[in-house]
Nanobody, 128 residues
Framework: QVQLVESGGGLVQSGGSLRLSCAAS????????IVWFRQAPGKEREGVSC????????NYRHSVQGRFTISRDNTQNTGYLQMNSLTPEDTAVYLC?????????????????????WGQGTQVTVFL
């Protein structure tokens, strides 16, 4: 069964850290860029970060640069998002998705149907 499963979300105090995982099964994650999105209640989904499948180029939205780190372990068929210095503004459902295109700013605006597969998401809640 082809699927992506996110994990690692939870409740954390402001300033804390979480590490999200995006585990792929049924296909080879190494053939795709990994993209993390998030969606807060009442807000549109926004791209957070991506990592390419060719040279592991990374990209981050401005508000998370220097705090979040995206990575991948193709031997484990898993992607990661290390999130440090979390603030309440980071509260959202975090989703990962895969797509066979270059990782850059434009990746986040591509139609949802261009992506190969999406996960169901993991909730991240940051409190003061």
């Amino acid at each position: 069964q082809v699927q992506l499963v996110e994990s690692g979300g939870g409740l954390v105090q402001s300033g804390g850290s979480l590490r999200l995982s995006c585990a792929a099964s049924g296909f080879a994650l190494r053939n795709y860029a990994i993209v993390w999105f998030r969606q807060a209640p009442g807000k549109e989904r926004e791209g957070v970060s991506c990592i390419s499948y060719t040279d592991e180029t990374t990209n981050y939205r401005h508000s998370v640069q220097g705090r979040f780190t995206i990575s991948r372990d193709n031997t484990q068929n898993t992607g990661y998002l290390q999130m440090n210095s979390l603030t309440p503004e980071d509260t959202a459902v975090y989703l990962c998705a895969t797509i066979a295109v270059a990782c850059n700013d434009r990746i986040y605006s591509m139609a949802r149907t261009r992506y190969y597969i999406w996960g169901q998401g993991t909730q991240v809640t940051v409190f003061l």
